[in-house]
């Protein structure tokens, strides 16, 4: 008992594990409860360092607007709706406190209330304050280069490097932090299901303050940020791609045909001018999913939801 009391003081398990393995020892939930309480001075000493911050949203339930859209009203950024954005790159952002760095909102028509985007622009030598989410996203570096540090509470840190080009998706309700190592701005974009979430559980400190932990999809492995082939899965059914996308998701060489200009996701190059579309315009994209090109390989991500309502594309 006494090595599990000193586990959970120094943080190398939770209190969601320490009860669990408590109760499995035989004891009752009110010792669980008396030692949790015993031992929480010592769990918020200050070099432990946790980034909680209160939410002061709330939702109005009787509203015209959903609480997604409360929401992004409340956080004092500018909101771009509207069917596309036709550059991203020069979409207009303001400093955003949440992420202590500028950043805008992107709220399309047509999203359906579940595909939501930000963008994120860092100062060189800045970083954003640390974060987690109860959604995902999926991040597109648009100018730039840096790194992302990923972590759960009490866990060791890993980092990795990106740059303009580059596609990741930190797991699920990790604390991240992004920094920008160039000399110039770093700025990505983000399509989240925060309008799904937010509109399901009408919560803020539920989504941004969730103490779970998902060691099923993350749990500090080494390699969990390094591509390889044995991370290449073929997916896919006529339920979630067309006939002919069956076993299309993964990276790819580019073929013959496009380099030679028959590229059929839309030519999407880092270099051009990058936009983002509702999925009720016309694309020549597949409209459930969007693609990014980075180097000579071709990286495609098809999201959780049944549909995503944006796609990139060069104009």
């Known amino acids: 008992m006494r090595k599990l009391i000193a586990k959970l003081i120094n943080g190398e398990i939770s209190r969601r594990d320490f009860t669990a393995r408590v109760l499995g020892m035989g004891f009752g939930m009110m010792t669980v409860e008396s030692i949790l309480d015993t031992v929480a001075v010592a769990g918020n000493r200050k070099d432990r360092g946790t980034f909680k911050h209160p939410e002061t949203f709330r939702a109005e339930p009787f509203s015209e607007k959903t609480p997604y859209e409360?929401?992004?009203?409340?956080?004092?950024?500018?909101?771009?709706?509207?069917?596309?954005?036709?550059?991203?790159?020069?979409?207009?952002?303001?400093?955003?406190?949440?992420?202590?760095?500028?950043?805008?909102?992107?709220?399309?028509?047509?999203?359906?209330?579940?595909?939501?985007?930000?963008?994120?622009?860092?100062?060189?030598?800045?970083?954003?304050?640390?974060?987690?989410?109860?959604?995902?996203?999926?991040?597109?570096?648009?100018?730039g280069e840096g790194e992302t540090s990923v972590w759960h509470e009490n866990r060791p840190k890993q980092t990795f490097k990106w740059k303009k080009g580059t596609l990741f998706s930190p797991p699920l309700n990790t604390w991240r932090v992004h920094k920008n190592t160039g000399r110039g701005r770093a700025r990505f974009i983000s399509v989240t299901d925060l309008p799904l979430v937010m509109d399901l559980y009408h919560n803020a400190d539920f989504i941004f303050n969730n103490d779970f932990v998902f060691r099923d999809r993350y749990d500090n492995q080494p390699d969990y940020f390094t591509v390889n082939e044995s991370k290449m899965r073929i997916a896919g059914?006529?339920?979630?791609f067309g006939e002919g996308e069956k076993g299309a998701v993964g990276v790819r060489k580019r073929s013959e045909k496009q380099e030679r200009g028959g590229d059929p996701f839309g030519q999407l190059d880092a270099d051009s001018r990058l936009g983002i579309r509702s999925r009720y315009l016309q694309t020549r994209a597949p409209a459930r999913s969007w693609v990014a090109r980075a180097g000579d390989e071709w990286s495609r991500l098809y999201p959780d939801v049944d549909q995503c309502a944006t796609v990139f594309r060069s104009p």
């Not at 028509?109 to 930000?118: K, L, P, Q, R, V």
């Not at 059914?237 to 979630?240: G, L």
């Open 70 to 143: 409360q929401w992004i009203d409340s956080e004092g950024v500018p909101v771009h709706t509207g069917y596309l954005v036709p550059d991203v790159r020069a979409a207009e952002v303001k400093s955003w406190k949440r992420l202590g760095a500028k950043g805008a909102i992107i709220n399309l028509e047509g999203a359906e209330a579940t595909d939501g985007s930000y963008v994120c622009e860092i100062a060189p030598g800045a970083g954003t304050n640390p974060q987690r989410y109860m959604f995902e996203e999926s991040i597109y570096v648009l100018d």
């Open 237 to 240: 059914s006529a339920a979630t």
